[in-house]
C-alpha cells in the first residue's frame, strides 16, 4: 500500500500472531532483483515463524529478470515464491510490453520452470485475472500447472466481480486438471469477503486476506471479518480468534492508520499511490475514477523512490533538476529523518532545498 512500510519488529510481530491465529501462510516481502529493500522483513519472518510458513512475491517481467530475482530468493533463503505476472491485456500491455497470450503463457512456463528446477513451491498469479476474459486465463492457468506450478493465485486486482460473478470464475478455473486455486479480492466495492467466500464455495482452496484490509486500491479482504464469517456461516473452528483484536492493534499502529482501516472508493488512501505506472495510467488500476465519488489521485511515499516517480512528481512544477542526482539525494534524506510521508508537493518542495543545497 502507498506509503506503508513496516519496520522488521512490527513484521515479526504480525508474523507471529498470524501463526498463533492459525494463519497457514504470511506473505512478506517483494523480489524484483538483486538487493531487495525487502530483505530484512523476510529475514526477520523467517526467524520468528521459519522459511516454511513465509511466502515472498516475486516479480515477473522476462527470463533474465527472474532468474536474478530467484538468485536474491534464495540468498533469503526463501522456501516459497508467489509469481506476480499481469494477464489482462492492458496490464500485460503494460508491464511486459506486449498483449499477446503467447507470450504471457510462454513467460509463465518458463518463470515456473526456473522456480521448480531450484526447488521452490511456486504460486503463480493472475494479476487482473477477475479482469481477464475466461477465453485467455483458461489456458494460461492450464499452461502454469502443466508446467509444474504447485497453486494458482487468481487476484481481483481492480475490484469488479460480484460474489455470484467471482463463483463462476472460480468454477472454471478449479475444473482444470491438477489445479489448486487461491483468490486475492480487493474491497473498492466492500465485497472482497463476500467474493472470498464465493471462491471457497466454487472450490478455490486458498483465501489471501490483510490484517484490517489494509491495502492499496479501497483495501484488501479484512482477515478478522473472513475468520469470523467463516466461523459463524461455515462453522469453521481451525482459527484462534483470540488474538485478532491485537493483531490489527499492531498494523494499523505500524501502518501509521490510527486505530481504524476504513475501506472503499471515498478515504484519502482510496486512490494513493507510489508507482509511476499506477499514476501514469490509473485507468489500469481504478474500479471507477476518483472524480466520481470527489475524491483525488494522489502521491503517497516514504522509501520507494525511483527516478521515474521523481520525475512524474516533478513534471509541471516549473522546478528543475538532475532527477539522477536529486533522486539519491532525497533517498538519503529521507532515510536519516525518519521517512516521513512524501506526496507530490513535498517532492517538489525537496527539489527546492536541492538546488539551494
Same mark, same amino acid.
Given at each position: 500500500?502507498?506509503?506503508?512500510?513496516?519496520?522488521?519488529?512490527?513484521?515479526?510481530?504480525?508474523?507471529?500472531?498470524?501463526?498463533?491465529?492459525?494463519?497457514?501462510?504470511?506473505?512478506?516481502?517483494?523480489?524484483?532483483?538483486?538487493?531487495?529493500?525487502?530483505?530484512?522483513?523476510?529475514?526477520?519472518?523467517?526467524?520468528?515463524?521459519?522459511?516454511?510458513?513465509?511466502?515472498?512475491?516475486?516479480?515477473?517481467?522476462?527470463?533474465?529478470?527472474?532468474?536474478?530475482?530467484?538468485?536474491?530468493?534464495?540468498?533469503? $533463503?526463501?522456501?516459497?515464491?508467489?509469481?506476480?505476472?499481469?494477464?489482462?491485456?492492458?496490464?500485460?500491455?503494460?508491464?511486459?510490453?506486449?498483449?499477446?497470450?503467447?507470450?504471457?503463457?510462454?513467460?509463465?512456463?518458463?518463470?515456473?520452470?526456473?522456480?521448480?528446477?531450484?526447488?521452490?513451491?511456486?504460486?503463480?498469479?493472475?494479476?487482473?485475472?477477475?479482469?481477464?476474459?475466461?477465453?485467455?486465463?483458461?489456458?494460461?492457468?492450464?499452461?502454469?500447472?502443466?508446467?509444474?506450478?504447485?497453486?494458482?493465485?487468481?487476484?481481483?486486482?481492480?475490484?469488479?466481480?460480484?460474489?455470484?460473478?467471482?463463483?463462476?470464475?472460480?468454477?472454471?478455473?478449479?475444473?482444470?486438471?491438477?489445479?489448486?486455486?487461491?483468490?486475492?479480492?480487493?474491497?473498492?466495492?466492500?465485497?472482497?469477503?463476500?467474493?472470498?467466500?464465493?471462491?471457497?464455495?466454487?472450490?478455490?482452496?486458498?483465501?489471501?486476506?490483510?490484517?484490517?484490509?489494509?491495502?492499496?486500491?479501497?483495501?484488501?479482504?479484512?482477515?478478522?471479518?473472513?475468520?469470523?464469517?467463516?466461523?459463524?456461516?461455515?462453522?469453521?473452528?481451525?482459527?484462534?480468534?483470540?488474538?485478532?483484536?491485537?493483531?490489527?492493534?499492531?498494523?494499523?499502529?505500524?501502518?501509521?492508520?490510527?486505530?481504524?482501516?476504513?475501506?472503499?472508493?471515498?478515504?484519502?488512501?482510496?486512490?494513493?499511490?507510489?508507482?509511476?505506472?499506477?499514476?501514469?495510467?490509473?485507468?489500469?488500476?481504478?474500479?471507477?475514477?476518483?472524480?466520481?465519488?470527489?475524491?483525488?489521485?494522489?502521491?503517497?511515499?516514504?522509501?520507494?523512490?525511483?527516478?521515474?516517480?521523481?520525475?512524474?512528481?516533478?513534471?509541471?512544477?516549473?522546478?528543475?533538476?538532475?532527477?539522477?542526482?536529486?533522486?539519491?539525494?532525497?533517498?538519503?534524506?529521507?532515510?536519516? $529523518?525518519?521517512?516521513?510521508?512524501?506526496?507530490?508537493?513535498?517532492?517538489?518542495?525537496?527539489?527546492?532545498?536541492?538546488?539551494?543545497?
Amino acid at each position: 500500500m502507498a506509503g506503508v512500510e513496516f519496520g522488521p519488529k512490527d513484521a515479526a510481530t504480525i508474523a507471529r500472531l498470524l501463526v498463533r491465529t492459525g494463519v497457514d501462510l504470511v506473505e512478506v516481502g517483494m523480489v524484483s532483483g538483486p538487493g531487495s529493500k525487502d530483505a530484512d522483513l523476510v529475514l526477520v519472518t523467517h526467524e520468528a515463524i521459519g522459511p516454511e510458513r513465509s511466502m515472498t512475491l516475486v516479480v515477473v517481467r522476462d527470463r533474465q529478470q527472474v532468474a536474478k530475482a530467484l538468485d536474491e530468493a534464495e540468498r533469503l $533463503g526463501v522456501r516459497h515464491i508467489m509469481y506476480s505476472i499481469p494477464t489482462s491485456e492492458q496490464h500485460a500491455k503494460l508491464k511486459l510490453g506486449s498483449p499477446s497470450p503467447k507470450f504471457l503463457q510462454t513467460l509463465a512456463r518458463s518463470a515456473i520452470t526456473q522456480a521448480k528446477e531450484r526447488g521452490f513451491h511456486v504460486t503463480f498469479s493472475g494479476e487482473d485475472g477477475a479482469r481477464t476474459p475466461k477465453e485467455r486465463l483458461v489456458p494460461y492457468v492450464t499452461a502454469g500447472f502443466e508446467a509444474g506450478a504447485d497453486r494458482f493465485r487468481l487476484a481481483e486486482t481492480v475490484a469488479y466481480l460480484s460474489p455470484w460473478q467471482m463463483e463462476k470464475v472460480i468454477a472454471d478455473l478449479t475444473a482444470i486438471d491438477g489445479s489448486e486455486i487461491e483468490i486475492h479480492s480487493h474491497n473498492m466495492l466492500g465485497m472482497a469477503v463476500a467474493n472470498s467466500l464465493a471462491a471457497v464455495r466454487a472450490g478455490a482452496r486458498w483465501i489471501s486476506a490483510t490484517v484490517g484490509g489494509i491495502g492499496e486500491r479501497g483495501g484488501n479482504a479484512p482477515l478478522a471479518e473472513l475468520l469470523t464469517s467463516l466461523r459463524v456461516i461455515h462453522g469453521d473452528t481451525r482459527f484462534d480468534l483470540a488474538h485478532l483484536t491485537e493483531l490489527s492493534r499492531v498494523a494499523l499502529k505500524g501502518a501509521g492508520l490510527g486505530e481504524a482501516f476504513q475501506s472503499g472508493p471515498t478515504t484519502p488512501h482510496a486512490f494513493a499511490y507510489e508507482l509511476p505506472g499506477q499514476l501514469s495510467h490509473p485507468e489500469a488500476y481504478e474500479t471507477l475514477p476518483a472524480e466520481l465519488v470527489g475524491n483525488s489521485r494522489e502521491l503517497r511515499v516514504r522509501s520507494r523512490l525511483t527516478t521515474a516517480l521523481v520525475k512524474w512528481a516533478l513534471d509541471g512544477s516549473g522546478v528543475f533538476v538532475d532527477v539522477d542526482a536529486f533522486t539519491p539525494w532525497l533517498v538519503r534524506r529521507q532515510e536519516f $529523518g525518519g521517512a516521513p510521508l512524501l506526496d507530490r508537493d513535498a517532492i517538489r518542495k525537496a527539489a527546492i532545498d536541492f538546488q539551494a543545497a
